[in-house]
């Protein structure tokens, strides 16, 4: 289903008579860019076709590979994974919060065919021409909220954010920690079969660092490349091996959807959507949180304050990490740096920020840096390096 001509010919042929929506002849299908994972769509609907008509809808289908690279094999059995966080998980975590407000939520699962790999969902981001007056809610990734701000009340909005996300975070980990209670047992057993996300994740943080050190001509000394190698053991062999609880896995702040009210200056965060749930897992609680700001800390990297865009981009992570902090969850201080310094030194082959090699090598350079620091407890050499890294640190120690 690579085409939208196949997902309408897909379409076409279900019987959707139990679902809540009838998806079947849609008015348009679109191919949504962007993603990494899966083949995705939009689907377009004329409010004219009745009464369990939906204006859009997002479907997803799941091959046997990484959209962004074929030769990747990653099964299609991931897809179940997203199916049970978007179903049991997100009922079980709402009913953590009854008579407490919580605005963050995963997107409703309207549809899911297994055989077929294919999920159709809520569209939490529809474009505004949805809109009969083109006007409504603005829908931005917080991504983008941190590289443009939207708002005059920007950094009020990532406070928001942050006690919303940091809380959010706090009860997956906590409601999903203990085996021994019959919830938390239910749950975990749903996910821990899921270790070739895992994997993935472990390659491409952690196992890939050498090669990457050695794409950008780096050299370390023989003794840092050796105690290199025993961090990553270790990292690889905790994350691979610790079912702490139960992880998003891909807290990834494009993955996070924000829905934005207000036709002024001052906008009102109404709702959080995370997206993409197929990466979770049963692993170390501190992954969340160290993938989540493993993303803004390149961000600060790369644009430097001072400027709105950098304290909006920084208020993110810092309010999250006060919020999960003050929620009663903690987070191991050198895990969470050597991830950082790991991803950063991965990942910068897909940043298009900056397409100059000096810069990118002297990224990767601190990222391998910051690991080894970290297995130091150098704090005060990674926050001389990175100010940022050193004010999350801060709140760790």
Same mark, same amino acid.
């Given at each position: 289903?690579?085409?939208?001509?196949?997902?309408?010919?897909? *379409?076409?042929?279900?019987?959707? #008579?139990?679902?809540?929506?009838?998806?079947?002849?849609?008015?348009?299908?679109? !191919?949504?860019?962007?993603?990494?994972? +899966?083949?995705?769509?939009?689907?377009?609907?004329?409010?004219?076709?009745?009464?369990? =008509?939906?204006?859009? !809808?997002?479907?997803?289908?799941?091959?046997?590979?990484?959209?962004?690279?074929?030769?990747?094999?990653? =099964?299609?059995?991931?897809?179940?994974?997203?199916?049970?966080?978007?179903?049991? %998980?997100?009922?079980?975590?709402?009913?953590?919060?009854?008579?407490?407000?919580?605005?963050?939520?995963?997107?409703? %699962?309207?549809?899911?065919?297994?055989?077929?790999?294919?999920?159709?969902?809520?569209?939490?981001?529809?474009?505004?021409?949805?809109?009969?007056?083109?006007?409504?809610?603005?829908?931005?990734? %917080?991504?983008?909220?941190?590289?443009?701000?939207?708002?005059? +009340?920007?950094?009020?909005?990532?406070?928001?954010?942050?006690?919303?996300?940091?809380?959010?975070?706090?009860?997956?980990?906590?409601?999903?920690?203990?085996?021994?209670?019959?919830?938390?047992?239910? %749950?975990?057993? *749903?996910?821990?079969?899921?270790?070739?996300?895992?994997?993935? @994740?472990?390659?491409?943080?952690?196992?890939?660092?050498?090669? /990457?050190?050695?794409?950008?001509?780096?050299?370390?000394?023989?003794?840092?490349?050796?105690?290199?190698? &025993? $961090?990553?053991? &270790? *990292? @690889?062999?905790?994350?691979?091996?610790?079912?702490?609880?139960?992880?998003?896995?891909?807290?990834?702040?494009?993955?996070?959807?924000? /829905?934005? +009210?207000?036709?002024?200056?001052?906008?009102?965060?109404?709702?959080?959507?995370?997206?993409?749930?197929?990466?979770?897992?049963?692993?170390?609680?501190?992954?969340?949180?160290?993938?989540?700001?493993?993303? $803004?800390?390149?961000?600060?990297?790369?644009?430097?304050?001072?400027?709105?865009?950098?304290?909006?981009?920084?208020?993110? !992570?810092?309010?999250?990490?006060?919020?999960?902090?003050? =929620?009663?969850?903690?987070?191991?201080?050198?895990?969470?740096?050597?991830?950082?310094?790991?991803?950063?030194?991965?990942?910068?082959?897909?940043? &298009?920020? +900056?397409?100059?090699?000096?810069?990118?090598?002297?990224?990767?350079?601190?990222?391998?840096?910051?690991? *080894?620091?970290?297995? /130091?407890?150098?704090? !005060?050499? $990674?926050?001389?390096? #990175?100010?940022?890294?050193? /004010?999350?640190?801060?709140?760790?120690?």
């Amino acid at each position: 289903m690579d085409t939208e001509p196949r997902v309408e010919a897909y *379409l076409n042929t279900q019987d959707f #008579s139990t679902c809540k929506y009838d998806f079947a002849h849609p008015q348009h299908v679109e !191919a949504i860019k962007g993603g990494t994972t +899966n083949y995705t769509y939009r689907l377009l609907y004329s409010p004219e076709k009745g009464q369990r =008509s939906v204006v859009s !809808a997002v479907l997803k289908f799941a091959a046997e590979y990484a959209t962004n690279d074929p030769f990747t094999p990653f =099964s299609s059995e991931r897809q179940r994974y997203e199916a049970h966080a978007m179903r049991e %998980l997100a009922d079980a975590l709402n009913a953590q919060y009854e008579g407490e407000e919580c605005i963050v939520r995963a997107p409703e %699962l309207y549809y899911y065919d297994d055989a077929s790999h294919v999920m159709i969902m809520e569209d939490i981001s529809p474009p505004p021409s949805l809109s009969a007056s083109g006007a409504g809610p603005l829908y931005i990734s %917080l991504e983008n909220m941190c590289q443009s701000p939207v708002g005059e +009340n920007a950094l009020e909005l990532m406070r928001l954010l942050g006690d919303q996300l940091g809380r959010y975070l706090y009860r997956l980990h906590s409601l999903t920690r203990g085996a021994s209670e019959p919830a938390s047992r239910d %749950l975990r057993v *749903l996910f821990l079969p899921n270790s070739m996300s895992k994997e993935i @994740d472990v390659q491409t943080c952690f196992r890939d660092v050498p090669a /990457k050190l050695a794409q950008y001509g780096i050299r370390l000394s023989a003794d840092d490349h050796n105690k290199l190698a &025993d $961090i990553i053991a &270790d *990292l @690889d062999k905790d994350y691979m091996n610790t079912p702490e609880s139960v992880i998003m896995g891909d807290t990834f702040f494009g993955n996070i959807i924000l /829905k934005l +009210n207000g036709n002024g200056g001052e906008k009102t965060l109404e709702s959080i959507s995370i997206i993409d749930w197929e990466f979770a897992a049963c692993a170390p609680c501190y992954v969340d949180l160290a993938h989540y700001l493993s993303e $803004i800390w390149l961000q600060d990297r790369f644009f430097p304050g001072p400027g709105p865009a950098a304290a909006v981009n920084q208020e993110a !992570a810092i309010s999250t990490f006060q919020s999960y902090i003050r =929620s009663g969850g903690s987070v191991d201080p050198r895990r969470l740096a050597c991830y950082v310094g790991g991803h950063a030194a991965c990942f910068l082959q897909f940043m &298009d920020w +900056n397409d100059h090699d000096g810069v990118k090598r002297a990224v990767a350079k601190e990222g391998a840096l910051m690991m *080894l620091h970290a297995d /130091k407890g150098d704090w !005060a050499e $990674i926050g001389r390096n #990175s100010p940022f890294m050193g /004010k999350i640190l801060e709140l760790l120690l």
